[in-house]
């Protein structure tokens, strides 16, 4: 089987949240991104007109052009850091929200592409699971809440040395959240699926860019979450299943 990249992986997700017998379980991911996105842009797109307008304000009318030089640059900038800053922290949100129907996603993912089954299915086997879902989540924002507050620090004392880290830090971080999922409904613990991730940089961090660039497109960035979830999926099931799983096995 030729190599894959992290990316093309991505891409496959685009696939197969159109699958039939898919579509459904992509619904409720999709609806809680859509709602949680569209507030948060609006609202943000209005802290930026005030946050320029602001700065513009202590600007002399007499020097009118500076003022508009200013606002030209400030918009793209302003923008541009939103965005970044967006797509991880809104992201990290909607996965709250939605990670016992993720988790469920992920297990109807690779069923389709497997043909195995996980175990229990259905609406009572989330509820019965959302305490231990939840507990991974918690688990995941332990480990990203002291190294965002430090690459945040970075963004802002250099700004672009800073969010060139802060960019690639979120591509990390993205690979964590989504790859988690098909992780997690092994019961694979948090530290072994880190691991298995960070000696596969080069899927990683593809996979992570990829989701980060599309989380900064308007429109599209409401797909990106169970197009993440499916991608990655397909991604354990390609290159991490066999090997996470077959020490079990040999130890059973």
């Not at 802290?47 to 513009?56: D, R």
């Not at 541009?80 to 297990?107: D, H, V």
């Not at 880290?165 to 019961?187: E, R, S």
């Amino acid at each position: 089987m030729a190599q894959r990249s992290g990316m093309s992986y991505f891409g496959q997700g685009f696939d197969l949240i159109t699958t039939k017998g898919l579509k459904r379980f992509v619904f409720v991911p999709l609806t809680i991104n859509l709602l949680l996105f569209s507030v948060a842009f609006y609202f943000l797109i209005g802290q930026i007109e005030v946050g320029v307008n602001y700065i513009t304000g202590l600007i002399p009318d007499f020097l009118g052009w500076l003022k508009t030089s200013i606002t030209f640059l400030l918009w793209p900038l302003a923008v541009i850091s939103i965005l970044l800053s967006f797509a991880l922290l809104f992201g990290t949100l909607a996965n709250w929200i939605a990670a016992p129907f993720n988790g469920l996603l992920a297990e109807k993912v690779e069923r389709h592409l497997t043909g195995q089954s996980l175990g229990d299915e259905g609406l009572m086997a989330i509820i019965k699971d959302i305490p231990r879902t939840m507990g991974r989540e918690v688990t995941k924002f332990i480990y990203y809440l002291p190294r965002a507050i430090g690459f945040l620090l970075l963004f802002f004392i250099l700004p672009v040395v800073g969010q060139v880290l802060w960019f690639l830090f979120g591509a990390w971080m993205m690979a964590i959240q989504y790859c988690d999922y098909p992780f997690d409904n092994h019961k694979v613990p948090f530290a072994t699926m880190r691991s298995h991730l960070g000696n596969r940089k080069g899927l990683s961090y593809p996979f992570g860019i990829a989701v980060n660039v599309m989380a900064m497109i308007p429109i599209i960035n409401f797909l990106v979450m169970p197009v993440a979830i499916c991608g990655a999926t397909a991604m354990w099931v390609n290159e991490y299943r066999d090997d996470v799983l077959s020490p079990r096995v040999s130890a059973g």
